[in-house]
C-alpha cells in the first residue's frame, strides 16, 4: 500500500486522496513555479490510523452527545479537545511510519518542514475555508513530523471545522484528511497576495512581513499592504503597519519577538511587489480563477508556498467568523491582558465610582430620567467592549491547554486546568469573606439567636456585614441585586453556619507545574512560563470581569428601582414599566401607556401533560459523583433558597452568583463549555459539574432527585416530583 506521493505523482484526478492543497501545488509544479520540496502522505494513512485506534467511536460518541446546531460555542471546543487528546494519545500504526520515515530526508532533506493539512474537502473552486485546519512549521525530523502529522489529521475535527461541517461535509464514516509536508523554505520576508480583493473586485492585494508568514497568518505580525489595480497591475497604494515595532516570526510553533530587520523600511520594494503580483496573476491563469496565494522570497527567488481560491466572506448574522477571531497569538494575548488589565478594568472602576457618586434620591423627576439613561448608557458601552476585548482574553486558558496537552499527553484532556485552579478570583474572595461571617454565627449560639429572631447581631459582626455589603454589594443576577434586602443574606448565612458546606479544594499544581517544565526542552522553558502565566490571567479575569460590570449594572437597576418607587406612589400600572429605559420615559411622561413586557419563549406541550426526564446527557465539566434533589435557580429569590446538599441547576452559573455554590452538592447547566464560570467555580469547590444539559431548566424541576455524573457528564433523574 503507497501511503506516500511525491508531487510529480499527483494528478487532478487525485483530490480524494491527497486533498486540495496537494493537487494545487502540483498544478503549479507542473506549470513551472517554484514550489518548496514536498510528499504528500493519502488519506489512507489518515484511515489506516483512525481504524486501528478506534477513533471514529471516539468521534461518534463526542458529537452525538447533542446536536451540533444545539451546541454553544464553549461545548464545540470542549468537544474538539477531547477527540485532540485522544489522538494525540493514540499509537501511529507502523506502516505509516515506516513508510514515512523511509522518504522523508530522501525527499525533503534533513532540515526543518512545513507539514500542512490537505483535506479532500478545502480549496476547491466552491469552498476554500482557509485557516480551519492545523499546519506546523519548523518541524525537525522524523518523529516531530509524525506528532505534527497526528495533530494535522485531528484538526479535521477542530473547532473551526465543526462549526463548518455542514459546508465542509463533515462526516465520522466518509471524512479523511491527507497531509503535505514540505521542506520548510526560510525567506527574508513572505507575505500572502489576492488576485481579488475579498470584498472590492477591482482591486489585487498584496501583504508581506519580514521573515516567516506565521504571524501574519495567525494575525500577531502587522503587514506592510499594497493595493494594486486587477486590470493592469498598476500600484495604487502602499499601506505601512501602523505599529512602530514590528515581529519576526521565527521557525517553531510561536511566533517570536524580535527586533524588525531594516529599520522602518518595508519588507519589498516596487519591484518586488509587482513580481508577487505578476505571479499572481499568472497562477490565476492556471486555474481559472482568483486564488489567495501565500508565498515566501529567499533572495530573488519567490517561492509559491500554497494557493487556494479566495474565501467569500461570511454570510450577514454569521457569527462564526467572530468566533474565529477569539482565536488569538500568544503576542496577541500579552497585548490584549496588557490593555485589560491596566486600561480597561480600572476605567470601567472609574466610571462606576463616578456614577455611584450621584444619589438618585435627591434628584428631581427629569434628572433621575436622564441618570438612568445615562447609567444604562455606560453599562451598554462596557458590555461591548466585554464582547470585544475580554472574551478573546478567555482564550488564553484555552492556548495553554492545547499547549500542555501536547506535551503532556494526560488520559483527562482537562489536567492542565489543575494549573490554573487557586488563582485569585474576586468571586472566591467575596465567597471567603461570606464564609468568615457564617463562621462567626456558628461559634456563637446566641448570635445565631439574635439573627434568626430577626434582631441586629453584636457590633463586630454588623461592621463586618457592612464591609461585606460595601465591597461586594453590587452584585446582580437576572436583573436583581442580590444583596438588596438584609434578611435573605441573614438566613444564608445562618445556612452556611448550621449545615456543612463544600470548601476550596486545595491545590497548587506545583507539582504538575514541575513536571511540565520538567517535559519541555530547556530553551521553551521561557515559553512554558509565560502561557501558564497567560492562562492563570485569563482563568481570572473570565470569572472578575464580569464581577467588575456587574456594578454598572446594579447602578442602573438602583437608579430605575428608584424610578419605580416614585411611579408606584402615582400610577397603578407602575408595575408594568420593568425596562429601566421605560421606566426614565414613564418619568418624563406621566400619560404614558404601559405596555406589557414581552412573554418570553415557552415550550408548547400537550395540554396536562410534562414530560418526565429519566437522563440527560451533557458535557462532563467538574469530576465527581453526587445524589441530591434539584434546585431550580432562575433568579434571586431561587438563589437565596438553595438549601445544602441541593444541586444547583440554572441556564448559567454567573460570577455574581457562585457565592451560594458553596451549599450545592453539585451544578448542572443548560449552557456548556470547561471554560465557563459554572465549570470554573465547581472545581474550584471540588463539585461534579455537567453541563450544556438540553432542557436543563424546563425537563428538571425543584425536588427531583438527581445523581449527577461529572465524569461522564450524565445527569439521572432517579425520583422524580409530581408534573401538572
Not at 702 to 722: K, M, P, W, Y
Amino acid at each position: 500500500m503507497t501511503l506516500c506521493l511525491r508531487l510529480v505523482e499527483v494528478g487532478d484526478a487525485d483530490r480524494l486522496r491527497v486533498g486540495g492543497k496537494a493537487v494545487a501545488l502540483a498544478a503549479l509544479h507542473r506549470a513551472g513555479f517554484r514550489v518548496p520540496p514536498s510528499i504528500c502522505l493519502t488519506t489512507a494513512a489518515y484511515e489506516h490510523f483512525v481504524a486501528g485506534a478506534g477513533l471514529r467511536g471516539v468521534i461518534q460518541q463526542e458529537l452525538g452527545r447533542k446536536d451540533l446546531a444545539d451546541m454553544r460555542w464553549e461545548e464545540i471546543w470542549d468537544a474538539a479537545l477531547r477527540i485532540r487528546n485522544r489522538f494525540l494519545r493514540a499509537p501511529m500504526p507502523s506502516a505509516v511510519a515506516d513508510e514515512l520515515r523511509a522518504v522523508l530526508e530522501p525527499e525533503l532533506g534533513p532540515g526543518q518542514l512545513s507539514v500542512r493539512s490537505s483535506a479532500p474537502g478545502e480549496d476547491t473552486g466552491a469552498s476554500s475555508f482557509a485557516g480551519l485546519h492545523d499546519s506546523f512549521i519548523g518541524v525537525q525530523g522524523p518523529e516531530a513530523a509524525l506528532d505534527a502529522v497526528r495533530r494535522v489529521w485531528a484538526s479535521l475535527w477542530s473547532d473551526r471545522a465543526l462549526l463548518y461541517r455542514r459546508e465542509l461535509g463533515l462526516d465520522v464514516e466518509s471524512s479523511a484528511m491527507a497531509v503535505v509536508l514540505q521542506a520548510l523554505v526560510v525567506g527574508e520576508c513572505s507575505g500572502v497576495a489576492f488576485g481579488a480583493h475579498p470584498t472590492e473586485p477591482g482591486l489585487a492585494v498584496v501583504e508581506a512581513v519580514y521573515g516567516l508568514n506565521q504571524g501574519l497568518v495567525d494575525g500577531s505580525v502587522e503587514p506592510d499592504r499594497w493595493l494594486l489595480a486587477r486590470a493592469d497591475g498598476r500600484l495604487l497604494e502602499h499601506v505601512p503597519p501602523s505599529s512602530a515595532r514590528r515581529q519576526l516570526a521565527a521557525a517553531g510553533e510561536l511566533p517570536v519577538e524580535v527586533p524588525m530587520p531594516g529599520g522602518s523600511e518595508a519588507p519589498l520594494d516596487p519591484a518586488a511587489v509587482a513580481e508577487v503580483a505578476t505571479a499572481v496573476r499568472r497562477i490565476e491563469d492556471v486555474f481559472g480563477a482568483a486564488q489567495d496565494v501565500e508565498w515566501t522570497l529567499r533572495g530573488r527567488d519567490l517561492v509559491i508556498l500554497q494557493a487556494r481560491p479566495i474565501t467569500t466572506a461570511p454570510n450577514e448574522g454569521d457569527r462564526r467568523a467572530w468566533y474565529l477571531s477569539l482565536s488569538r497569538s500568544l503576542d496577541s494575548l500579552r497585548r490584549l491582558r496588557r490593555r485589560v488589565e491596566e486600561e480597561l478594568l480600572p476605567a470601567m472602576d472609574r466610571e462606576a465610582a463616578e456614577l455611584a457618586g450621584v444619589d438618585p434620591a435627591l434628584l428631581d423627576d427629569a434628572a433621575l430620567a436622564r441618570e438612568i439613561e445615562r447609567r444604562r448608557a455606560a453599562h451598554d458601552r462596557w458590555v461591548d467592549v466585554y464582547w470585544q476585548e475580554f472574551i478573546p482574553l478567555a482564550h488564553g486558558m484555552r492556548l495553554f491547554g492545547q499547549f500542555y496537552n501536547d506535551v503532556m499527553r494526560p488520559p483527562d484532556p482537562y489536567e492542565f486546568m489543575e494549573l490554573l485552579a487557586a488563582s485569585p478570583m474576586l468571586s472566591l474572595r467575596r465567597n471567603r469573606a461570606l464564609a468568615a461571617l457564617a463562621a462567626r454565627v456558628e461559634c456563637d449560639a446566641g448570635l445565631a439567636a439574635r439573627l434568626a429572631a430577626g434582631e441586629p447581631g453584636d457590633d463586630t459582626f454588623e461592621s463586618g456585614l457592612a464591609d461585606f455589603l460595601r465591597e461586594f454589594g453590587g452584585a446582580a443576577f437576572a436583573d436583581r441585586l442580590c444583596f438588596a434586602e438584609r434578611a435573605p443574606l441573614v438566613r444564608l448565612l445562618l445556612r452556611f453556619a448550621a449545615a456543612p458546606h463544600a470548601a476550596e479544594v486545595s491545590r497548587s499544581g506545583a507539582e504538575r507545574e514541575a513536571a511540565l517544565y520538567a517535559a519541555v526542552p530547556p530553551e521553551r522553558r521561557g515559553l512554558a512560563e509565560e502561557l501558564l502565566d497567560v492562562g492563570r490571567a485569563s482563568y481570572r479575569l473570565r470569572d472578575d470581569d464580569n464581577i467588575h460590570l456587574a456594578r454598572l449594572e446594579a447602578l442602573v437597576l438602583e437608579a430605575a428601582a428608584e424610578g419605580r418607587r416614585r411611579l408606584a406612589e402615582r400610577r397603578a400600572d407602575a408595575g408594568a414599566f420593568g425596562d429601566p429605559g421605560r421606566v426614565a420615559a414613564a418619568l418624563r411622561d406621566p400619560n404614558l401607556v404601559a405596555e406589557p413586557e414581552p412573554a418570553a419563549d415557552r415550550q408548547e406541550v400537550e395540554p396536562g401533560f410534562r414530560p418526565r426526564p429519566r437522563q440527560l446527557v451533557g458535557q462532563p465539566a467538574g469530576p465527581g459523583l453526587a445524589i441530591g434533589s434539584a434546585r431550580i435557580v432562575s433568579g434571586v429569590d431561587d438563589l437565596f433558597e438553595l438549601q445544602p446538599g441541593e444541586v444547583l441547576v440554572c441556564d448559567a452559573v454567573d460570577p455574581n452568583m457562585t457565592f451560594v455554590v458553596p451549599l450545592a452538592a453539585a451544578v448542572v447547566e443548560r449552557r456548556g463549555g470547561m471554560l465557563i464560570h459554572g465549570a470554573i467555580i465547581a472545581r474550584e469547590y471540588g463539585l461534579p459539574c455537567v453541563t450544556g444539559v438540553a432542557g436543563a431548566t424546563s425537563l428538571l424541576v425543584t425536588g427531583d432527585r438527581l445523581t449527577v455524573d461529572g465524569h461522564l457528564g450524565i445527569v439521572t433523574v432517579s425520583d422524580a416530583v409530581e408534573r401538572p
